[in-house]
């Protein structure tokens, strides 16, 4: 699992880094990651069904530290103490969706609320 965590934290780290420009470039963010792997034949389950992938929610902000945690939960609960290799490794953010409009100050808000 040492060796699964540091890969990850390596992924985890330019994919946040790439979410932070891309929300403030863009005004998006991601809302999940899907982390892939694909084991070496010694691991039975890929026999049969090549790699896997797991998805979770991704919060704001972004934590590198936080994203690697999620993501080793989701491959080490899918192999359930099962040994395990890893020959390929992936970590993709999708679901972007625009941010909010930045909000009103609340001078911005009593002037526009009219009199009561």
């Known amino acids: 699992?040492?060796?699964?965590?540091?890969w990850l934290?390596?992924?985890?780290?330019?994919?946040v880094d790439q979410l932070v420009q891309d929300e403030a470039e863009n005004a998006r963010a991601?809302?999940?990651v899907t982390v892939s792997w694909v084991?070496?034949?010694s691991a039975a389950v890929y026999s049969?069904?090549?790699g896997r992938s797991r998805s979770f929610k991704i919060r704001r902000p972004y934590v590198v530290e936080?994203?690697?945690?999620d993501a080793v939960e989701a491959v080490l609960r899918d192999h359930a103490g099962r040994a395990m290799r890893v020959a390929s490794l992936s970590l993709v953010a999708a679901g972007m969706e625009a941010l909010p409009k930045g909000n009103a100050s609340l001078t911005?808000?009593?002037?526009?609320a009219g009199s009561w």
């Not at 934290?9 to 994919?15: E, G, I, K, M, P």
């Not at 911005?108 to 526009?112: D, F, H, I, R, Y």
């Open 39 to 41: 084991g070496e034949a």
């Open 30 to 32: 991601a809302t999940r």
């Open 9 to 15: 934290s390596q992924l985890a780290a330019q994919v």
């Open 48 to 50: 049969t069904h090549g």
């Open 66 to 69: 936080r994203v690697v945690q």
């Open 108 to 112: 911005e808000l009593w002037a526009g």
């Open 1 to 6: 699992a040492e060796q699964l965590r540091f």
